[in-house]
């Protein structure tokens, strides 16, 4: 059964940084593209970030571009979100998603983490 | 940048009803259009990929159709499960979604 489980979150002032991470169990990683999606508190879904399954290629939305950086560790099944620069806008629960491919595009998201909530206030 | 335009924001309807929600692209997108279904407090759950293409455990009463610029998520007879937020997605240039259809109970 494939298990998606974020971590990380909290309270972070405006201008702070945060790593989320998401632990994937249930099928073999590095076989698959992986992201980052948002959704802010009553609003759609907003993609953040995404990498591919060998972690050489990733993209990002230009609203975190320079500030979110996206990485992966396949010998522990992890993703990884450092997200720097943080202001209000960015407070959201972050979803880690799972690609049904390797690569990036195209692909669509199969399986979805529960979320871990970032406030960004002071 | 691909933008994705849903019709309606809000439908109401009714157990039984087949309730149709439109997802259009500002450019063509072939086929790599997916369907998400999200509960309050609930992450996304994948539906429909590739259009049309029915995901594994999903009720056959869901349906999707379309290409290029326009695509539509029918129910054929919507349940009290279904009452839920609808969101389209397109992946053809990474990945943009739609702004949500939510559907309530008429």
């Known amino acids: 059964e494939v298990q998606l489980l974020e971590s990380g979150g909290g309270l972070v002032q405006p201008g702070g940084s945060l790593r989320l991470s998401c632990a994937a169990s249930?099928?073999?990683?590095?076989?698959?593209?992986m992201s980052w999606v948002r959704q802010a508190p009553g609003k759609g879904l907003d993609w953040v970030s995404g990498?591919?399954?060998?972690?050489?290629?990733?993209h990002y939305a230009e609203s975190v571009k320079g500030r979110f950086t996206i990485s992966r560790d396949n010998s522990k099944n992890s993703l990884y979100l450092q997200m720097n620069s943080l202001g209000a806008e960015d407070t959201a629960v972050y979803y880690c998603?799972?690609?049904?491919?390797?690569?990036?595009?195209?692909?669509?998201?199969?399986?979805w983490g529960q979320g871990t909530l970032v406030t960004v206030s002071s | 940048d691909i933008q994705m335009t849903q019709s309606p924001s809000t439908l109401s309807a009714s157990v039984g009803d087949r309730v149709t929600i439109t997802c259009r692209a500002s450019?063509?997108?072939?086929?790599?259009l997916a369907w998400y279904q999200q509960k309050p407090g609930k992450a996304p759950k994948l539906l429909i990929y590739?259009?049309?293409s029915l995901e594994s455990g999903v009720p056959s009463r869901f349906s999707g159709s379309g290409s290029g610029t326009e695509f539509t998520l029918t129910i054929s007879s919507l349940q009290p499960d279904d009452f839920a937020t609808y969101y389209c997605?397109?992946?053809?240039?990474?990945?943009?979604f739609g702004q949500g259809t939510r559907v309530e109970i008429k």
């Open positions: 998603a799972k690609l049904r491919n390797r690569g990036l595009i195209p692909g669509y998201f199969d399986y």
């Open positions: 249930g099928f073999t990683f590095s076989s698959y593209a």
């Open positions: 990498i591919s399954g060998s972690g050489d290629t990733t």
């Open positions: 450019q063509s997108i072939s086929s790599w």
């Open positions: 590739k259009a049309s």
């Open positions: 997605q397109q992946y053809h240039n990474y990945w943009t």
